[in-house]
């Protein structure tokens, strides 16, 4: 997972920490769902626009399971990535497609000057 924020923040370092912050959080969750829900092939995307600052996030894979936002308990060590995806991201959702599905989060965000 190092790997991919680290990747993830190289392509976007010129946003603000906070909004980075974030960010990668978001892009974390995503793709930590690949690597323990999913199938494989997978892909991460992300784009910045600039006017106005939005980051967004696809993270596309060949399983046709779709995430769930789950409650999470105090004690449960697992369950709050969608629940954190949902609390960052302006908007979510998910992409049924041919093979697989997208899902996809949608971040306002503020460029550094």
Excluded: Y
């Amino acid at each position: 997972m190092a790997k991919v924020r680290r990747w993830a923040q190289s392509m976007l370092c010129e946003l603000s920490e906070d909004d980075l912050v974030d960010v990668l959080l978001v892009v974390s969750e995503l793709a930590s769902n690949v690597f323990d829900h999913a199938r494989f092939p997978a892909r991460l995307r992300l784009r910045k626009s600039a006017e106005p600052c939005v980051v967004s996030i696809v993270a596309e894979d060949s399983s046709p399971d779709l995430p769930r936002l789950r409650p999470a308990t105090p004690d449960s060590v697992r369950s709050r990535g969608m629940v954190i995806v949902e609390k960052l991201s302006e908007r979510w959702g998910v992409v049924r497609r041919l093979t697989g599905k997208s899902v996809w989060a949608v971040m306002p965000c503020a460029a550094i000057s």
